[in-house]
């Protein structure tokens, strides 16, 4: 059962323009999530991550929106650069205990200059 | 300051052998997990060290282990090597439980 549920699989959007990326959870009581970045042979670094009691979060041309009732968040690029090209993840934890993270499977990004 | 930093950065090895993975965190970090990642999916959950003590554990069978040190360096220990052992090891160090998981560029192991 996946818990965390990506969407779309693959993004291909031109320099300029805005990337959006979906992210559906099941557990509810998940209280922590965050996107992750991450380029061919290195980590997953951290974007930016959000908390179920705002709605939205910015930082830089990164945007979470976080829709509690619906159980989804979407991060959204704004002016899309060919640097952004990467993988992006999204995940959920349930902080306190042992908060590990649940990671979706992933998506490409890619931006055509 | 330097970041999460594991080593070996790859490692190939046969099946049915031992590996062990090292992984130092963050400086002043105390909390060390680990994840696999299978190439095209996103990072799996292995375990949990904070305070040198386990944490939390996911679900992966018991020739996985780990030990976190007094200096909160980590270690994965992975036995009887399988070919689909073959994934990106990671390792994120915390400083805490909860948030703000910083991860290391990952340990590439190959078993042949």
């Known amino acids: 059962q996946q818990q965390v549920k990506q969407s779309p699989q693959s993004l291909i959007v031109q320099k300029g323009g805005i990337s959006i990326i979906n992210c559906a959870y099941e557990n509810t009581a998940f209280d922590y999530f965050p996107w992750y970045q991450q380029f061919p042979g290195k980590g997953p670094a951290l974007l930016i991550a959000i908390r179920p009691d705002v709605s939205e979060k910015k930082e830089g041309r990164f945007t979470i929106s976080f829709n509690k009732s619906a159980k989804q968040f979407s991060l959204h690029i704004m002016d899309s650069q060919p640097g952004d090209s990467a993988t992006y993840f999204c995940a959920a934890a349930v902080t306190g205990a042992n908060s590990k993270l649940t990671f979706g499977k992933g998506i490409t990004l890619s931006v055509r200059p | 300051d330097a970041g999460v930093t594991q080593s070996p950065t790859h490692l190939i090895k046969t099946r049915g052998q031992q590996v062990t993975l090292r992984c130092s965190p963050i400086s002043g970090h105390k909390s060390v997990s680990w994840y696999q990642q299978v190439l095209g999916q996103g990072p799996q959950f292995i375990f949990q060290y904070y305070e040198k003590e386990e944490r939390g554990r996911g679900n992966f069978p018991d020739r996985f282990s780990a030990r976190q040190f007094p200096n909160y360096s980590s270690e994965l220990n992975v036995n009887a090597l399988l070919l689909g052992d073959s994934a990106l090891y990671l390792c994120?160090?915390?400083?805490?439980?909860?948030?703000?998981?910083?991860f290391g560029s990952g340990t590439r192991l190959t078993v042949v």
């Open positions: 994120a160090s915390s400083p805490d439980r909860n948030y703000g998981y910083t």
